[in-house]
């Protein structure tokens, strides 16, 4: 009798946990797996279909439940990179005309925001990107690399300086990214 009881006690935790729903709740720094999409490189996943973190969405319109623009959390956590481009291209030269926009956002700015990419495998050569800050968190810019490639962005802000980095891909010049 013990033994059944063991039994089924046991089935019915698997049975729960199996559930959907069921199991450790996700947070912004760990989506789903299946919302990864292309455009990261290194250590730094894009995703789509599941929203950032809530004080990267300012200015934002879309549900949490209906997110589509793709984003990158920086290594630290302290940094998200909206890609309105979705995946950047070399030189910024895309067939459609379209540019390599993406919406910097710091959780806690202090100061202006500065962006420093170059190649993950080398310092040079080096695209600072320092743009005006809206909504007091948030740096909008057209990112132009001029290769393809891995590359590390590394964002300083504020006195005393903090620091974060991500990394993405960008595709050869005159590709069409994926939509």
Not at 77 to 94: K, N, P
Request: hydrophobic share 40%; aromatic share 6%; with cysteine.
């Amino acid at each position: 009798m013990r033994v059944r009881a063991c039994v089924l006690a046991g089935l019915l935790l698997v049975g729960a946990a199996c559930q959907p729903g069921a199991g450790p709740a996700r947070t912004a720094s760990s989506p789903p797996a299946h919302t990864q999409t292309v455009g990261g490189c290194g250590s730094t996943r894009v995703f789509v279909g599941v929203a950032p973190p809530e004080w990267s969405r300012a200015g934002f319109s879309v549900g949490a439940g209906n997110w589509t623009l793709p984003w990158a959390l920086s290594a630290g956590g302290s940094v998200v990179a909206h890609l309105f481009a979705r995946q950047l291209v070399a030189r910024g030269e895309r067939p459609d005309g379209s540019a390599n926009k993406v919406l910097w956002v710091a959780r806690d700015v202090r100061g202006s925001l500065t962006v420093v990419g170059h190649p993950a495998a080398s310092a040079e050569p080096q695209v600072t990107i320092a743009e005006q800050m809206t909504n007091g968190n948030q740096m909008p810019s057209i990112v132009d690399v001029p290769t393809p490639g891995c590359w590390s962005f590394d964002v300083g802000w504020g006195t005393p300086a903090s620091r974060d980095s991500l990394s993405l891909q960008v595709l050869p010049a005159g590709t069409n990214p994926s939509s």
